[in-house]
């Protein structure tokens, strides 16, 4: 603690925010003053936080993986994830915990704790992945009425956009005071977002992070969602990473370029002999992905609406071909010189747990190294048009049923954390399910 302690006192912090992502990748904890959060130095919450659905409830059959007590585990802070919280009116830090059990042991429903038990795998293979979030978000008038459809945040010009805009420098331009803040805020929190752009749908814009470590990467983007909230709400807007959060509109995702690098010898082990060669080892990684992400799917949309994104015709992977500088399929390798040679995932939507979506990438591609799967030939044209047989889930029902088919993402990720995410996401499909929509009611009411 004395490295928490030596940020706080140079900061001046009266207050401290200590936080763990939850299953679905929202902030949970505890706010302290400075001197009890040093005293108790992390401090305890009870361990059912880890399974509560997006509604906030809890998943039935709880006793199968939490302790009934409703018990306490143990928050332990990563001093590598202090930031300062600049939208605060005192001045504030936040802390991401790892959580343990009683006994000690990383708790083994913790988002936190499932990308480490990933990231060990590598290490004792002697690699280290490298990977680079790219995450789409929209900015949205304010709805506080959920009866009735989103509305694109409206700019500076006091129009809403009617076009598609994508890379427009005017319609970012547009936003200019919100990305202001938004820059501002990512500065002070140390964030290391690279570049902006507007996407193709209405006030639609996606943050690219510059590559590195995947367990600090996941924490920036558990961290930029929180940023990205607070700065819209300061302009009197929402900004929503929904999947699909509009009808007419492209659907937002969290592509996820990922390498491997040799610990030792620093090379990226994806990289041929020749410029524009790939390993055997990119071919192996590769192979896991197209063989596994049917199974992973549940991580990449974890969420009833994720599913909306994965319809013909639009811009989100429904197959599991791969391409080189192909956007159309969902297995991308980028031209890219031999260092920065990667793998792009673009499966994952923007409301995925980021803890959670690169754990499953890195699990799938581990899978194919071990293995040694092969991968399918590179797709040419457009892979919509390929002839692929093999489609993505089309329900978060469906992707669990998937998931529970596949032992080898158990091993890896957890048998226990397996069990607990089915039944949290099985929950929160079951009272979506119960929910009457219009379009029922519209279309059935009096034709059926």
Not at 41 to 62: F, H, K, M, S, Y
Not at 160 to 183: C, G, H, K, M
Not at 380 to 406: F, I, N, P, Q, Y
Request: net charge negative; hydrophobic share 35%.
């Amino acid at each position: 603690m004395e490295a928490v302690k030596r940020f706080l006192d140079e900061h001046g912090i009266t207050e401290v925010e200590s936080t763990l992502p939850d299953m679905t990748g929202n902030a949970r904890g505890k706010f302290y003053p400075t001197k009890k959060f040093l005293a108790e130095q992390g401090g305890r919450i009870p361990e059912t936080l880890l399974v509560q659905t997006v509604t906030g409830d809890w998943a039935p059959n709880t006793d199968d993986f939490v302790d009934p007590t409703d018990r306490d585990m143990v928050l332990v802070p990563d001093p590598n994830s202090l930031r300062l919280v600049p939208w605060a009116d005192e001045p504030t830090a936040q802390v991401i915990n790892d959580c343990f059990t009683t006994e000690g042991e990383l708790h083994p429903l913790s988002c936190r704790t499932v990308l480490r038990r990933v990231l060990k795998l590598y290490e004792d293979m002697g690699l280290k992945p490298v990977i680079a979030p790219e995450v789409e978000f929209y900015l949205v008038q304010k709805n506080i009425d959920p009866d009735y459809s989103l509305k694109p945040a409206i700019g500076r010009s006091g129009r809403q956009e009617t076009a598609r805009q994508s890379y427009s420098i005017d319609a970012v331009n547009e936003f200019n005071p919100v990305i202001d803040t938004l820059y501002n805020y990512c500065d002070a929190q140390g964030l290391d977002v690279d570049t902006l752009i507007h996407e193709s749908g209405a006030a639609q814009m996606e943050i690219n992070f510059l590559h590195g470590d995947p367990l600090d990467l996941a924490d920036q983007v558990f961290v930029f969602k929180r940023t990205l909230r607070e700065t819209a709400l300061k302009h009197d807007i929402y900004a929503t990473f929904m999947a699909k959060p509009m009808q007419r509109e492209p659907g937002s995702s969290m592509h996820i370029h990922q390498s491997l690098v040799d610990i030792k010898t620093g090379k990226n082990i994806f990289a041929g002999e020749k410029e524009g060669e790939y390993s055997e080892a990119f071919y192996h990684y590769m192979g896991g992905l197209q063989t596994y992400t049917p199974n992973a799917i549940s991580f990449y949309a974890p969420n009833v609406n994720s599913y909306r994104r994965f319809a013909p015709d639009i811009a989100a992977p429904i197959n599991m071909k791969w391409g080189i500088d192909n956007r159309t399929a969902g297995l991308r390798a980028p031209y890219a010189l031999p260092p920065a040679t990667r793998i792009e995932n673009r499966f994952p939507g923007a409301d995925c747990n980021p803890y959670l979506a690169i754990a499953a990438s890195l699990a799938c591609g581990y899978i194919g190294l071990k293995n040694k799967i092969q991968p399918s030939k590179p797709t040419m044209g457009s892979a919509s048009e390929d002839g692929e047989t093999v489609k993505v889930a089309r329900t978060l029902e469906e992707g669990l049923r998937l998931l529970d088919e596949c032992p080898e993402l158990a091993e890896i990720m957890g048998k226990e954390f397996i069990l607990a995410y089915t039944s949290v996401k099985r929950s929160e499909f079951e009272t979506f399910h119960e929910v009457i929509s219009s379009w029922e009611r519209e279309h059935l009411l009096l034709n059926v």
